[in-house]
């Protein structure tokens, strides 16, 4: 079965600090990977999209790499600020016939002033 | 250009009604999807459709659960005969498949409450 995972599900850090957000998936056949935020009540907001053949993506404070052989992907976000408070979502499309993409259950992150 | 856009934002419905709630997506984006995200639960899929065609329709729970795409663009889904478990934020999202990246735009979502 093609799943998705992300861990921690929730997570506190100061202003400031650099993190590293994990995204694991169980079939290393993918298409892409794509990083979401989700702020409370909204929908959601690209970040980045990894393609199969791509080893990492940058924009601006956010660096998202892919190891498809070990079925992981990060997402580092530099310099934390607490504009950055959301929940992170990870989404994957297995290359195995289908066109939908599995979302992994999100990282809640909340930076502190 | 504008964003992908749904109507409405809010819907509260009896059970046993039906809803249709809208989809507007990106101009020129020819790929469509609808997810369902239940309170404390991740992203489902519902639906894929490419153009007026839905190539996958493998996540639609039930056979209450219906949805169209006109023209390209407009795509409605509908639920009949709606049971509180439908209960969800409704979202769709839009790609341009001809970039070959199917990068997803969401729009705002329905947030469907049945009584």
């Known amino acids: 079965k093609q799943e998705v995972t992300q861990i921690p599900a929730a997570l506190s850090v100061p202003e400031g600090e650099n993190l590293v957000l994990n995204c694991s998936f169980t079939d290393s056949a993918i298409y892409n990977l794509q990083w979401f935020r989700q702020d409370p009540g909204k929908g959601l907001t690209s970040l980045l999209l990894i393609q199969s053949s791509q080893r990492e993506q940058t924009s601006g404070r956010l660096n998202a790499s892919l190891d498809k052989s070990s079925g992981r992907s990060t997402l580092y976000i530099a310099a934390s600020q607490p504009g950055d408070s959301a929940t992170y979502l990870c989404a994957v499309r297995f290359t195995s016939g289908t066109y939908k993409y599995i979302f992994g259950t999100g990282t809640r992150l909340k930076v502190l002033a | 250009g504008a964003g992908v856009s749904q109507s409405p934002s809010n819907k509260v419905t009896e059970k046993g009604k039906d809803v249709e709630l809208r989809c507007d997506p990106i101009?020129?984006?020819?790929?469509l999807y609808w997810y369902r995200q239940s309170l404390g639960q991740g992203l489902e899929f519902l639906i894929y459709?490419?153009?007026?065609?839905?190539?996958?329709k493998s996540g639609l729970p039930s056979d209450r659960f219906s949805a169209e795409r006109t023209g390209g663009s407009v795509s409605t889904l509908t639920i009949q005969r709606t049971q509180q478990e439908d209960s969800a934020v409704y979202l769709c999202?839009?790609?341009?498949?001809?970039?070959?990246?199917?990068?997803?735009?969401f729009g705002p979502g329905t947030r469907l409450t049945v009584t």
């Open positions: 101009s020129g984006h020819t790929a």
């Open positions: 459709f490419q153009g007026n065609s839905a190539p996958d």
């Open positions: 999202a839009s790609s341009f498949s001809g970039s070959r990246n199917y990068e997803q735009y």
